[in-house]
Nanobody, 115 residues
């Protein structure tokens, strides 16, 4: 089992920045893939960004160039730096881990972009 705890959400004005953090605990040996999903009201959950253990990344087209994902394997942590935030980025952001054939999500942290 893997437990995920996120932090760093909040309210920010358009054009602002936020940094999300997620720490994995439990059976975290050699987590292969970590990422961030988001879900806005009335919309499907979507993968925002992901990163493999060796650092290969993938991004949702709408955030590429504005968001940056990174991870610290020693700390079993993943981060999402979000810059130039837009109102359409408003959503609940959840940390994601794929480990030992199973999917795990955190409880989520609210990100609201509004003036």
């Amino acid at each position: 089992q893997v437990q995920l705890v996120e932090s760093g959400g909040g309210l920010v004005q358009p054009g602002g920045s936020l940094r999300l953090s997620c720490a994995a605990s439990g059976s975290t040996f050699s987590i292969s893939y970590m990422g961030w999903y988001r879900q806005a009201p009335g919309k499907q959950r979507e993968l925002v960004a992901g990163i493999t253990r060796d650092g290969s990344t993938n991004y949702l087209d709408s955030v590429r160039g504005r968001f940056s994902i990174s991870r610290d394997n020693a700390k079993n942590s993943v981060y999402l730096q979000m810059n130039s935030l837009k109102p359409e980025d408003t959503a609940v952001y959840s940390c994601y881990v794929f480990w030992s054939g199973s999917h795990y999500w955190g409880q989520g942290t609210q990100v609201t972009v509004s003036s």
